[in-house]
């Protein structure tokens, strides 16, 4: 069993931007050369900031008005990933590994879900606290 916290970001220009934080809990099977896969279930918040742009036009001149605004939603999510275990075959107490996740935001930007996806790689490193 494997599981995680994540808290990211991201930021569109000129339209929005987002903090969500999210967990997961998944299973991570083995073989015994080192490869190995998972899957996870997860489910998070996300709090979006937009940023709309009013332009008013009035004889000759014109305005143009940001309206900020803010929005929560619920945000659960599936990820699937493959990896290596370095320490199977060696001294090296780490891993790598490469996922990739589908989110849906619920509400999204017109109250149905809106979908992302992300792509993640990285390393785990897996201390041994009892050395010989």
Do not use: C
């Amino acid at each position: 069993m494997v599981g995680d916290v994540n808290l990211f970001y991201y930021y569109q220009i000129g339209s929005q931007s987002a903090l969500a934080l999210n967990t997961r809990i998944g299973q991570r099977f083995t073989a015994g050369f080192g490869l190995f896969s998972e899957t996870m279930v997860g489910i998070g918040v996300q709090q979006t900031f937009y940023v709309n742009r009013e332009y008013n036009y009035n004889g000759n001149s014109s305005t143009i008005t940001e309206v900020k605004s803010t929005k929560t939603g619920f945000l659960p999510g599936v990820t699937i990933g493959l990896g290596y275990d370095f320490s199977k075959k060696t001294k090296l107490p780490m891993k790598l590994y490469f996922r990739t996740s589908r989110f849906w935001l619920y509400p999204g930007s017109n109250l149905t879900f809106q979908t992302s996806h992300t792509l993640e790689s990285g390393i785990i490193y897996v201390p041994n606290w009892n050395k010989e």
